[in-house]
């Protein structure tokens, strides 16, 4: 039987919000130059990298691409809003 934590499901959260946006970003329901999709990104590689934290040997690729992933949204996040500043 499985063994389950808190931050197990924190990082189950997190895969679930990386797949909605970018299977919403497929089913064009989404723009992929928005604020939500890369906060959807943001935070679901967030939420991934809790049980990353919590295990008994770190797996530095995961560490490595969803800290990645976390700064390349944040910059998405970034110009999606200045963008909407030099609109104005």
């Known amino acids: 039987m499985m063994d389950l ?26 723009n992929g130059n928005g604020v939500l999709f890369s906060l959807l990104n943001l935070v679901g590689s967030a939420g991934i990298l809790i049980p990353v934290w919590y295990a008994k040997e770190l797996n530095w690729s995961v560490l490595f691409i969803e800290t990645a992933w ?16 030099r609109k104005s």
Not at 7 to 30: E, K
């Open 5 to 30: 934590r808190w931050y197990d499901f924190v990082g189950f959260a997190g895969v679930l919000m990386v797949l909605a946006a970018y299977g919403a970003l497929q089913a064009r329901r989404m």
């Open 70 to 85: 976390i700064l390349i949204s944040a910059y998405g996040i970034w110009n999606a809003v200045a963008g909407r500043f």
